[in-house]
Structures are given as structure tokens and as C-alpha cells.
């Protein structure tokens, strides 16, 4: 009987490192599984593993991933507009009385743009700094949503459409739209022309009780450019 009792408890001992052996495989085989061999969720086809997308990170696609242009410009030009209302009787009028047409002081402007596309259209930012060069300091920040269409690389056409901010003499917004063409002179240089036509909102007068001031202006200058192409 002493015999039978060894044998029986050497045979379940048997059992139980078989158990316990089983169930060590199955823990850390993942672990240890070739990391050469395609993982589960592959296929194979041509001797290329292919990756289900399911769990992939997908890129994002930004304008240079997906083959865009970038084009940056700088650029100077000065002006000179027209008021269609004259409610502060200014001394510069153009007609007869002070009911008539008037002329803006002469300003400069700089100007700083951004665009990029995959063809000869592309979408991009505007924003230009316009100061007065005579009479009452006055200055004006342009921040622009910007068209720009270079059919040919010599010329273009731009049209920009945003907010006019006037920091002095008296803070005030107003709206702009503006719409011109570039001309290159070399690789970089061009001149450029545009008509821009913004409208203004402003105090009381004795005719009104809000006055309203759209001006029309016409800009010359030169710009600078810079393409990065993809």
C-alpha cells in the first residue's frame, strides 16, 4: 500500500507541472512570438504584409503632403481714394459744396500675404498696414481672406475681402474689398495695381444719426515674391 500511495501522488504531481506548463505557454507566448512573422490582422499577398487600416494612425494631410504650392509676398504701394460722403464737411471736397464728393489724404501701405494650391488658383491670408502721409495721423490694419489666379507665371490676378480697423485718430471697424492684378518684372519683383473699396461707419450729425462712409481707393506699388513649390 505504501507503494500504490507514492506512485498515485507522483502521478498527480505529473498532472499538475502539465497544468501549470499549459498555462504559462498560453501567457507569454504573445510575448514571445517572432517579431519578424506578420502580427494577427495581416495578410500576405506577393511576399508583402499588408496592415488592416482598422487600428493604423492615419497621417493628416496638410497642403504639403497633398502636393501644394506655397507662395509668400511682400509688398509696398501708395494710394489715394475717394469719399462718397462727406459728413464732417472736410476741406477737401471736390465739387461745390460740402455735400459733394472728397478726396482721402495720400497714404502708404505694407502688406504681407500668404497663399497656397495645387493649380493656378489658391486660397490664402491678407494683411496690409495703411498710414496717412499728410493732414491728421491716421492709420489702418487689414486683416484679408485672399483669392490670388496666376494663370501665367509674368501675371496675376488678386481680390481679398476682410476688416478694416482704424487704431487713430478714433478706433473704429469697418469693412474692405479689394480686387488688382501683379506684374512680374523678374523672378521675384513684380508691380502691382489694385482698387479697394472699404465702407465706414460714424458718429451722429445733425442730418443723421449714423453716418455712413464708403471710400474708394486705387493703389500702385511693388511686391516681392516667394514660391516654394512641392
Do not use: C
Not at 508583402?48 to 497621417?59: I, R
Amino acid at each position: 500500500m505504501p507503494g500504490l500511495t507514492t506512485r498515485l501522488a507522483s502521478g498527480s504531481l505529473r498532472k499538475a507541472s502539465r497544468a501549470v506548463g499549459i498555462v504559462a505557454l498560453l501567457l507569454t507566448g504573445p510575448l514571445l512570438a517572432d517579431p519578424l512573422e506578420p502580427a494577427a490582422g495581416t495578410r500576405e499577398s506577393g511576399g508583402v504584409t499588408d496592415a488592416e487600416p482598422s487600428l493604423a494612425v492615419l497621417p493628416v494631410a496638410t497642403p504639403l503632403t497633398l502636393g501644394a504650392a506655397y507662395r509668400l509676398s511682400t509688398g509696398l504701394s501708395f494710394g489715394r481714394g475717394i469719399r462718397f460722403n462727406n459728413p464732417y464737411r472736410l476741406e477737401t471736397e471736390l465739387g461745390d459744396d460740402a455735400r459733394s464728393l472728397s478726396a482721402t489724404a495720400p497714404y502708404a501701405a505694407v502688406s504681407l500675404g500668404v497663399a497656397a494650391g495645387r493649380s493656378a488658383l489658391q486660397h490664402g491670408v491678407f494683411v496690409a498696414g495703411s498710414f496717412a502721409l499728410e493732414g491728421v495721423p491716421q492709420e489702418v490694419i487689414s486683416p484679408a481672406y485672399l483669392v490670388l489666379y496666376r494663370p501665367e507665371p509674368r501675371w496675376g490676378l488678386r481680390g481679398r475681402g476682410g476688416l478694416a480697423i482704424v487704431v487713430e485718430p478714433d478706433l473704429n471697424a469697418g469693412f474692405e474689398a479689394g480686387l488688382g492684378g501683379l506684374f512680374q518684372l523678374t523672378g521675384g519683383i513684380g508691380i502691382t495695381v489694385d482698387l479697394v473699396g472699404s465702407l465706414f461707419y460714424g458718429a451722429a450729425t445733425l442730418e443723421s444719426s449714423r453716418t455712413a462712409i464708403p471710400v474708394a481707393s486705387l493703389e500702385l506699388g511693388v511686391a516681392y515674391e516667394y514660391e516654394v513649390l512641392p
